[in-house]
């Protein structure tokens, strides 16, 4: 890749990590998340839903002068803030809108379009966009997926693009403002009226979803399968000469991030060879990493 296209790639990167942020208790319908906090996840994913729905048939929209699409789209953001939880549709929002923000600091041209994707018979919603300097491929930001932000030509949902429509689309300016009306309703919400969404989390629990239920899915990684072995067979070579190879790649990648010094960018480019063997061990790299 270019230096153009990873210094594309670095918001992307950010509103992935800030989406997950914002949703501490995970993914409701993943197994892993649903273990780990003792069906937490998937209780307040529940209440997510639930007011997402109350709250659209109340007739509240949070954002002035866009469509009733648009400001859906708000309350999903915002009903994921505030439980903290959510499935693919939460995680795409909360990130769509943090690119629109990130991009615009990073001085991204205003021009860039922002889109909600779907696979045809995969039910599943992410992030991408068409940055003329992330090469020909668009950028995918799934942070419901195990891994950072890739191209879609790498990308497990993605890749085939014949597949791929794309339900919603946002200038930056639209989606950081978004993102901004969300963040702040759901801290107004968090801040004034607790009692009612405990109450709403109660309500919820006596139909949680155990784990052997077998409704929960598997956690996956964004990579496509092939592309992912064919990264881990290069990374996990046991031939020296391949390694040393994989080690020099790693220091150019190093110093495309700014690196300088022998020791630092050593020290780094090892960094970067063990994660790229998490990111492309069969589950991806974890959330947590």
């Not at 509103?15 to 273990?35: I, K, M, T, Y």
């Not at 499935?87 to 379009?113: D, P, T, V, W």
């Not at 496509?224 to 790693?250: C, H, I, S, W, Y």
């Amino acid at each position: 890749m270019s230096q153009e296209g990873i210094n594309a790639l670095t918001p992307a990167d950010e509103a992935v990590v800030e989406a997950r942020n914002a949703l501490p208790f995970g993914r409701g319908n993943v197994g892993v998340d649903a273990q780990k906090t003792d069906l937490e996840s998937s209780i307040r994913t529940r209440s997510v839903m639930r007011l997402t729905r109350d709250a659209e048939a109340a007739g509240h929209t949070p954002m002035r002068g866009v469509d009733a699409d648009m400001n859906w789209n708000v309350l999903v953001a915002m009903s994921g803030r505030i439980f903290g939880a959510g499935n693919c549709r939460e995680h795409a929002r909360i990130a769509s809108f943090a690119y629109g923000g990130l991009a615009q600091e990073s001085g991204r041209s205003s021009e860039e379009k922002i889109h909600l994707a779907t696979k045809a018979g995969v039910d599943h919603v992410w992030v991408e966009t068409d940055h003329p300097d992330a090469d020909s491929s668009p950028m995918v930001i799934d942070p419901w997926a195990n891994g950072s932000a890739i191209l879609a030509e790498d990308s497990r949902f993605a890749k085939d693009r014949s597949a791929v429509t794309r339900t919603d689309t946002f200038d930056l300016s639209l989606a950081a403002e978004a993102g901004q009306i969300a963040k702040a309703t759901a801290e107004e919400a968090l801040a004034h009226t607790q009692g009612r969404l405990q109450q709403r989390l109660a309500s919820e629990r006596p139909d949680a979803v155990p784990l052997e239920s077998g409704r929960y899915r598997e956690e996956v990684s964004v990579l496509d399968d092939t592309f992912a072995r064919r990264v881990g067979q290069k990374v996990n070579t046991a031939d020296p000469r391949g390694m040393l190879n994989v080690e020099l790649e790693a220091v150019g990648v190093a110093m495309s991030l700014g690196g300088e010094g022998v020791k630092p960018l050593t020290q780094e480019a090892s960094q970067i060879v063990e994660k790229a063997k998490k990111f492309a061990s069969p589950g991806g790299m974890s959330r947590d990493a």
